[in-house]
Nanobody
């Protein structure tokens, strides 16, 4: 059973920074692409970033390019999302997702497994 747990969310002022983490429970993490999505009330989940199993390919939504950086540590079953220059529009629940080998991944591709989410709130 794949279990993903996000952490690192919180309240920050405009221009501030946060670092989200995603801890995965399974050994399949190291062979899986991973994604970050975010969601605000009444809206669909929005793609933020995706990273290949090797970190060789990383995609970002245009809205976060240059401010967010996705990375992963396969030895620790961890993925990270440092977020800089945060804006009120970044306020959302952030979710990490896992794409098992052989499943689609990339810009906007929906993961097979989801974490429970972590709230990020950016005050103006």
């Amino acid at each position: 059973q794949v279990r993903l747990v996000e952490s690192g969310g919180g309240l920050v002022s405009t221009g501030g920074s946060l670092r989200l983490s995603c801890a995965a429970s399974e050994r399949t993490f190291s062979n899986s692409a991973m994604s970050w999505f975010r969601q605000t009330p009444g809206r669909e989940r929005e793609f933020v970033s995706a990273i290949s199993w090797s970190s060789g390919t990383i995609y970002y939504a245009e809205s976060v390019k240059g401010r967010f950086t996705t990375s992963r540590d396969n030895a620790k079953n961890m993925m990270y999302l440092p977020m800089n220059d945060l804006k009120p529009g970044d306020t959302a629940v952030y979710y990490c997702g896992q794409h098992p080998p052989g499943t689609p991944w990339g810009v906007k591709a929906q993961p097979t497994y989801w974490g429970q989410g972590t709230q990020v709130t950016v005050s103006s």
